[in-house]
């Protein structure tokens, strides 16, 4: 057989053999699928018209000159589209994250601008023979023959530019694509070149799609290493073409709490077995489910809930299971999970939707303990909804400084002075009513918005007393929280906010808490030991709400030790409860640490703390924490 002819029957042969690995078994289309396919079915189609024309060519004796003109030129068409789709598709990946780019708007408006020219080329050729043409039984080629190639060329060099001006937000895979696609184009095409008399438009395409396939499409991309599940990647894709199918859907998260246990337990190695036991049960508890590796230790689970066997797939099975101990070559071991669950039947939610809420529940079920589980239902809907809206509002807050700050007076009733106060953040919904701050500086933490939203409360404290030097304050206590606290710069930038508001060091004092110190106990007390030395003092918050190291806390430069409000009502406990209180307080006041107790609230507290020696008392019996002008009048009135 022909040579040419050949060459295009194998690339035929490895495209369909594409075209069937594509297809795997298991894999939903998503949008990369799908747009790889059709390049595969170009291509087949291509090299078809390829082996036809060329079949035409040398049957020119018995097949009508329009015929033969007809299958070139469809020929000719065919071999740029493919030429455009491959770039299109390439494209397409550069930008796959940024679909909004304005590049990649640009780069197809490009390519199809160029194949506007081949399709032009083609009709104008009818006319011309400006490409080709059959005159006397023979084929010609026309003086434009090579713009194919020409159109090619430059395909390839826009997508390169492009890769190369956008290469920072490019994936792996495209990297892989681009270090072997244009040298094998080019490299067929110098071929090509040489050896006019051999088609290979046929071999370029299935060594593109080839190389196409093996950067972008092979299971590889989408599967685990460990558990051969599909990876986070897969799971996103299936989800999101699942929602475009009417299916109901059971979508499950499990994540496997302390197992940094079992490899500490059985090593590494046998750890990973452990978790390949788990991944192979996740995906074969039912036929219609299919589990993926969405973390190193957090599994998801897709259930199709029209097949019959959804009924399998119960969250109480599964968690059943992860209750009980998993043997693998003699050794044993429970894997504690914590599971989040929730139905999809059509609603407005999308895929990224639909991980956000399983992931808020998820965030839910840790909080219950080891073997926790939230259902995503209306009540958490709700609440995940709420949260959105504070942390909305709380940016929002942020952008314009629209914090307030409350001053709850504290007494030193040994002066029989409101010799200070605790300045506390407050934050309002759109509709007026107050957010508690146990809610919002959870979220702030969390989100890590704590840093920006206590420098704008500083600012406003320091403010505030640079502007009443009237009120005579000898201290305000202000929260840090740790991201503050530890933040690059952060003595820089309270000696530039006192230094502003002409505020002498020894008025602000900092509370912290145990949390803040445990993080980084050296840089800690670096930080307290620099400041210290400029007259700030620090206040040991909630003493007793938690665990507390005694260790650590004595040894760093507290001057202040506040007791909790759920230790301060202790002092009115049980018989056992008053002597541990009593030995406290001692302990502390021997030590040499002023005390402050948090949380007074009637005057049977009061005068017990008064009898133990407590210095100073804050709590609702003298006042609740007071906005700004209230405060101002409290100090000038109530206080004396
Ligand atoms: P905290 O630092 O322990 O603040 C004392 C809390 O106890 C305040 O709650 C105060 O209103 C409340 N309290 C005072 N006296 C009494 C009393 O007699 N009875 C009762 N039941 N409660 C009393 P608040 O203002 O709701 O603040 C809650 C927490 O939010 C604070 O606890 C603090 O951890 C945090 N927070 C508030 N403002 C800030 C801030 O600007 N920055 C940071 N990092 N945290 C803040
Ligand atoms: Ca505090
Ligand atoms: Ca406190």
């Known amino acids: 057989m022909d040579f040419s002819l050949t060459l295009e029957i194998e690339a035929a042969l490895i495209v369909v053999l594409l075209l069937l690995y594509s297809f ?66 390439l494209s397409f990946q550069i930008f796959e994250h940024f679909p909004k780019h304005f590049c990649r708007k640009k780069i197809s408006i490009m390519i199809y601008s160029l194949y506007g020219i081949v399709v032009a080329a083609v009709v104008v050729n009818l006319f011309n023979n400006c490409l080709f043409s059959f005159q006397n039984n023979e084929y010609y080629r026309g003086p434009l023959n090579l713009l194919g190639y020409l159109v090619l060329i430059c395909e390839v060099l826009m997508v390169g530019l492009c890769y190369l001006k956008n290469s920072e937000i490019a994936s792996r895979s495209m990297r892989k694509a681009m270090r072997s696609i244009p040298y094998v184009v080019c490299g067929i095409l110098i071929w090509q070149l040489v050896c006019r008399d051999i088609m290979m438009n046929g071999l370029i395409a299935a060594m593109v799609d080839l190389i196409l396939f093996i950067s972008f499409q092979s299971r590889r991309n989408n599967v685990d290493y460990l558990t051969n599940l599909g990876n986070r990647g897969a799971f996103v894709e299936d989800l999101a073409v699942l929602c475009e199918s009417e299916k109901r859907l059971h979508v499950i998260m499990l994540c496997l709490n302390k197992f940094g246990r079992v490899n500490r337990e059985f090593g590494q190695k046998n750890g990973d077995e452990f978790l390949y036991a788990a991944a192979r049960y996740l995906d074969n508890i039912s036929p219609a489910a299919r589990a993926y590796r969405v973390g190193s230790l957090e599994f998801a689970i897709i259930c199709q809930e029209d097949a019959e066997a959804s009924y399998l797939c119960t969250v109480a099975d599964i968690r059943e299971r992860f209750m009980k101990p998993w043997e693998i070559g003699g050794m044993k071991s429970t894997l504690s999970a914590s599971v989040s669950d929730l139905y999809w039947d059509g609603d407005e939610s999308d895929n990224t939707q639909i991980i956000e809420r399983l992931e808020y529940a998820m965030c839910l079920a840790k909080t219950e303990g080891e073997n926790g589980w939230v259902h995503f239902d209306r009540r958490v809907r709700k609440m995940m909804e709420r949260q959105k809206s504070i942390i909305e509002q709380m940016r929002e807050a942020i952008a314009d400084k629209s914090f307030s700050v409350y001053y709850q007076p504290i007494y030193c009733w040994k002066d029989g002075l409101f010799c200070s106060a605790e300045a506390l953040a407050r934050m309002s919904d759109k509709d007026g009513t107050q957010i508690p701050p146990s809610e919002f500086i959870a979220l702030a933490e969390s989100t890590g918005m704590i840093g920006e939203l206590n420098w704008i409360i500083v600012e406003k404290v320091c403010a505030f007393i640079g502007k009443h030097p009237e009120l005579g304050l000898k201290g305000i206590t202000i929260n840090m929280s740790i991201r503050q606290f530890m933040e690059k710069g952060m003595k820089d930038k309270l000696d530039t906010i006192l230094n502003k508001y002409g505020v002498s060091h020894d008025i602000l004092k900092i509370e912290i808490t145990e949390r803040v110190i445990s993080e980084n106990p050296v840089k800690a007390r670096a930080i307290m030991e620099s400041l210290t030395e400029e007259g700030v003092r620090f206040y040991l918050d909630d003493f007793g709400m938690g665990y507390s190291n005694f260790a650590s806390v004595l040894s760093l430069p507290f001057d202040t030790i506040k007791l909790d409000k759920s230790l301060t009502d202790k002092a009115l406990g049980t018989p056992k409860e008053r002597q541990i209180f009593h030995s406290l307080v001692e302990m502390f006041l021997k030590a040499r640490y002023s005390i402050v107790a948090e949380g007074a609230e009637t005057e049977e507290i009061v005068e017990e703390l008064k009898r133990l020696h407590v210095d100073r008392i804050q709590g609702y019996y003298y006042s609740k924490p007071l906005p700004e002008d209230q405060y101002i009048e409290f100090m000038k009135t109530d206080s004396r």
């Open 24 to 89: 795997d078994e298991g894999s939903t289309a998503n949008t990369g699928n799908q747009r790889f396919r059709f390049c595969l079915y170009v291509t087949l189609s291509a090299i078809t018209m390829d082996v036809l024309s060329v079949y035409g060519i040398r049957s020119i004796d018995e097949i009508p000159v329009w015929l033969n003109m007809l299958i070139s030129s469809l020929n000719y068409l065919l071999a740029s589209l493919n030429s455009v789709v491959i770039a299109s598709y």
